[in-house]
C-alpha cells in the first residue's frame, strides 16, 4: 500500500484523490529505494507505472522555498516530456510553490522560457531543447538535486548519445539519479556505469503491466 513506502501525508492525499490504491509493482520496489537517495536502475515496460515512480519520491524531495532548478527529468520525445509532466501536475497541489515545466523542440521558445523564469524546481525535457537552454543560460542546473532518464533506451535509439554525454557532464556530480529502460542493452549498462553510482536495480516482468 502506498502508505507503507514513506510517502509524505500531503503527497498519498494527492494520491489518493487521483484513485490509486495500490502501487505497481515497480512503484512499490523503486520509492523507497528513491527516498532514501540511492540511484536507481529500472527495468520496466511502458504501462508500468514507472511515471510515479520517479515523480513521487523526486516531487518529496523538491524544497519548495528553493526557486533552482532540483530535479531534471530526460525524455526522448515531447509527447513523453508533456505526459510527464502532466502526471507531476497531477501531484503538484499537494506542494504549494512548486512547479513543472515542460520543455522540448517543435515549439517556440518565448512560453518555455517565460515558464523558466517563473522558477520551475522541476523540469520535463527532450535532451536537444534542455542543452540548447543549457548553452543560452537560461536553464541553470547547478542546484540539481535530481536527474531522472525515462525511456533511456529510446532516448539512444533516437541518436541522442552526445547531447546526453555533454548535457550530464555539465551537471552536478553529488545528485540522485534514477535511470528507467524498457531493455539494459550493452549502450545502457554504459549510461548506467559512467552516469550512476551504486544504483540499486529493479526488473519488473512484463506480465505486471497496468
Not at 90 to 118: C, E, F, M, W
Not at 155 to 176: A, K, S
Request: glycine content about 8%; proline content about 6%; overall charge negative.
Amino acid at each position: 500500500m502506498f502508505p507503507d513506502l514513506g510517502i509524505d501525508p500531503e503527497i498519498l492525499k494527492a494520491i489518493e484523490k487521483l484513485g490509486f490504491e495500490q502501487p505497481s509493482p515497480i512503484q512499490a520496489e523503486a520509492i523507497p529505494v528513491a527516498l532514501s537517495g540511492r540511484d536507481v536502475v529500472g527495468q520496466s515496460q511502458t504501462g508500468s507505472g514507472k511515471t510515479m515512480a520517479f515523480a513521487i519520491p523526486g516531487l518529496q524531495r523538491i524544497n519548495a522555498n528553493d526557486r533552482a532548478v532540483q530535479m531534471l527529468v530526460m525524455c526522448p520525445t515531447r509527447e513523453l516530456a508533456m505526459q510527464v509532466c502532466t502526471e507531476f501536475h497531477k501531484l503538484i497541489p499537494s506542494r504549494k510553490n512548486v512547479l513543472a515545466t515542460p520543455i522540448y523542440g517543435g515549439a517556440g521558445y518565448d512560453h518555455q522560457i517565460r515558464a523558466l523564469k517563473k522558477g520551475s524546481q522541476i523540469v520535463v525535457g527532450t535532451p536537444g531543447r534542455i542543452l540548447d537552454f543549457m548553452r543560452r543560460g537560461t536553464l541553470k542546473l547547478g542546484g540539481l538535486k535530481l536527474l531522472v532518464f525515462d525511456e533511456a533506451d529510446e532516448m539512444l535509439d533516437m541518436g541522442f548519445r552526445d547531447e546526453i554525454q555533454e548535457l550530464v557532464d555539465e551537471l552536478p556530480v553529488e545528485r540522485q539519479t534514477i535511470l528507467f529502460s524498457a531493455t539494459i542493452t550493452k549502450q545502457i549498462r554504459n549510461l548506467i556505469e559512467n552516469y550512476t553510482r551504486d544504483p540499486e536495480t529493479i526488473t519488473i516482468e512484463q506480465r505486471t503491466l497496468t
